[in-house]
């Protein structure tokens, strides 16, 4: 562990690793995540409303419109989180936070990707 990272003890190298605010790897899954989640979120919309008003063009061309959902969220994900260092002041509004807030923020937060990956399949395999 010395030779390749300059410390002997791993779980303070892990703790920087997960924990790091500013530059740990977990600000990289969360931004992915985000971006992910988002991109869910249009696609399954699209695929919904094209559906909901028979559009066939949609289908025939989906490369098109996943490219340009992927691109789009990435750039909501970097203009809301990543950009300025917006995250940063996130954390330190979180960290002021009561029991009571976080419980039910982090409910809040499980629901709402559920329910996108519940949407993603229900405009997959339901037509209205």
Same mark, same amino acid.
């Given at each position: /562990? =010395? &030779?390749?990272?300059?410390?002997?003890?791993?779980?303070?190298?892990?703790?920087?690793?997960?924990? +790091?605010? &500013?530059?740990?790897?977990?600000?990289?899954?969360?931004?992915?995540?985000?971006?992910?989640?988002?991109? $869910?979120?249009?696609?399954?919309?699209?695929?919904?409303?094209? &559906?909901?008003? =028979?559009? =066939?063009?949609?289908?025939?061309?989906?490369?098109?419109? !996943?490219?340009?959902?992927?691109?789009?969220? /990435?750039?909501? !994900?970097?203009?809301? #989180?990543? %950009?300025?260092?917006?995250? $940063?002041?996130?954390?330190?509004?979180?960290? +002021?936070?009561?029991?009571?807030? %976080?419980?039910?923020? #982090? $409910?809040?937060?499980?629901?709402?990707?559920?329910?996108?990956? #519940?949407?993603?399949? #229900?405009?997959?395999?339901?037509?209205?």
């Amino acid at each position: /562990m =010395k &030779k390749n990272h300059g410390t002997d003890n791993s779980i303070k190298w892990l703790d920087n690793f997960w924990l +790091n605010k &500013k530059d740990g790897d977990s600000f990289i899954d969360i931004s992915g995540w985000l971006g992910g989640i988002i991109f $869910l979120l249009f696609i399954s919309a699209a695929i919904f409303l094209g &559906k909901l008003f =028979k559009l =066939k063009f949609i289908f025939n061309n989906y490369i098109w419109f !996943c490219l340009g959902f992927l691109i789009i969220s /990435m750039v909501i !994900c970097h203009y809301s #989180v990543s %950009k300025n260092n917006i995250y $940063l002041i996130y954390f330190n509004e979180f960290e +002021n936070w009561t029991t009571f807030e %976080k419980r039910k923020n #982090v $409910l809040l937060s499980i629901g709402f990707i559920l329910f996108v990956i #519940v949407f993603f399949f #229900v405009s997959l395999l339901y037509a209205p």
